[in-house]
């Protein structure tokens, strides 16, 4: 059975603050928000503390940072080595993420390079691992829909606690 976190609209509300003024403090979110400073603290620790926050690092975009040129690779694997390309993947600086996958490919990487050139030897180190059977990569030529959860939060907010109906500090 899966654990199911219900967030509310004032947790998602208080999200969007986070993400939108990012270097507010309790004080002012509390503001934003038009609630307790002390609620904007017991919420922020609650989401901490149940995984739903992993962190407040800035946000990178590789390209912006020299990488321009981005693939996903799918790997199929030897029957039993995920445990060896993980490894293998984690010993990568250019993998961006990996995740298992179901269907003809066992796992899907993002990585980015700062060239093409680049690019091909980051596949052709991928290819060495002694986990990978097959890859096969796609390059992006641009990215329609950046990393995003505030609309798939916002679309399962719970009405409750707080200030259900508040649109939240971006509109909505």
């Known amino acids: 059975m899966t654990d199911r976190r219900v967030l509310d609209a004032l947790d998602v509300a208080l999200l969007d603050a986070v993400r939108e003024h990012r270097s507010a403090g309790p004080l002012e979110l509390s503001r ?31 390209r912006a940072a020299g990488f321009g040129v981005q693939a996903f690779v799918t790997l199929e694997i030897a029957q039993g080595a995920i445990d060896a390309v993980r490894r293998d993947l984690e010993a990568l600086p250019g993998v961006l993420e990996a ?6 490919g066992d796992v899907l990487v993002r990585v980015a390079a700062r060239s093409h050139e680049a690019l091909q030897q980051m596949l ?22 950046p990393w995003r959860t505030l ?12 200030r259900s109906a508040m649109p939240g500090p ?3």
């Open 99 to 104: 995740h298992a996958t179901t269907g003809s």
């Open 32 to 62: 934003l928000l038009g609630v307790a400073r002390g609620t904007v603290s017991a919420r922020l620790q609650r989401l901490e503390e149940a995984g739903v926050v992993t962190g407040y690092g800035p946000d990178v975009d590789v």
């Open 151 to 162: 609309p798939l939060l916002r679309s399962e907010a719970a009405p409750g606690a707080g």
């Open 124 to 145: 052709v180190d991928l290819n060495r691992s002694s986990a990978v059977v097959r890859s096969t990569s796609v390059v992006v030529l641009s990215e329609l829909v």
């Open 170 to 172: 971006s509109g909505g």
